[in-house]
């Protein structure tokens, strides 16, 4: 008799989506837009010449086995912000972990902003995420990635989980910033201890590199003053890192940053509390 049939796996999701801009006539328009499985881009009516990117992940969150990739490029002279239609859910694992990889370049005399929502970790969920950036020239780059341990008002905690986070940004082919973030295990007693989070459980961190990092560590300080949990500025280069009680006070502390960071600009309209 033939052998039964395997039982089927799983179903994973699966998503990758690309987008890169030229300027045509002082406008950022689309040079490549493509989409596959789950990952999606929107591009909403812009009327200042720059480009506003929403990226959606239509599986409604991400779990063990999961994996989602993002490729963004602004081409020369072109201005492009990109963000999430809502916060990514990571969700409790029953096996493997759910991975996450983005690409950013930008080119001589372009302006990226890599704006998502925060991304929710869930109770024993497992996420590897990496950004890799490639800047070239004068090329003016901002980051930002936000984590909320649960969801307060829901009663959320996280006790088990583990988040790998790896970030690297080159400029003109040379390594200007690297970290790795490592939070596994009992979740919720690393979080307590006053060296990491002190309790708290929504973190972010922002990072700029351009010309104006000097400038925008003066006016972040006062901006922020004692609610500012670490920062740095070295050669073009601001590192900003954020602690909150929970998400809504984290998102009220990110906004006025944000704006700061795009020279005045508000957040996406996606980000309105």
């Not at 989980?161 to 690393?190: K, M």
């Not at 972040?220 to 073009?236: C, E, F, I, K, V």
């Amino acid at each position: 008799m033939p052998a039964p049939d395997p039982m089927p796996g799983p179903q994973r999701a699966r998503g990758m989506a690309r987008l890169a801009t030229k300027s045509l006539d002082g406008r950022s328009r689309i040079d490549v837009l493509y989409q596959e499985g789950a990952g999606k881009i929107r591009l909403p009516r812009s009327f200042d010449g720059g480009m506003e990117a929403v990226l959606i992940n239509t599986a409604g969150g991400l779990t063990g086995g999961d994996r989602i990739e993002w490729n963004i490029a602004a081409g020369a002279d072109t201005r492009l912000t990109v963000t999430t239609q809502a916060c990514e859910r990571i969700y409790k694992s029953s096996g493997g972990v759910a991975h996450v990889g983005t690409r950013l370049a930008a080119d001589a005399g372009s302006v990226l902003h890599w704006l998502p929502q925060e991304t929710i970790l869930f109770d024993r969920s497992a996420l590897h995420r990496a950004l890799d950036a490639d800047l070239s020239g004068n090329a003016e780059l901002v980051v930002l990635e936000a984590v909320l341990l649960g969801r307060a008002a829901m009663g959320e905690t996280v006790g088990q989980g583990s988040l790998r986070d790896r970030w690297r940004i080159r400029r003109n082919g040379r390594l200007v910033h690297a970290e790795e973030l490592n939070l596994a295990g009992a979740v919720d007693r690393i979080a307590a201890r006053r060296a990491t989070l002190a309790g708290n459980r929504a973190f972010a961190t922002l990072l700029y590199v351009g010309d104006r990092g000097d400038s925008l560590m003066r006016r972040l300080r006062a901006l922020l003053d004692d609610r500012l949990a670490a920062s740095s500025q070295w050669n073009g280069k601001l590192t900003i890192r954020i602690v909150a009680e929970d998400g809504f006070t984290l998102r009220k502390m990110l906004m006025p940053v944000i704006s700061l960071l795009r020279n005045g600009e508000p957040p996406p309209k996606v980000w309105t509390i």
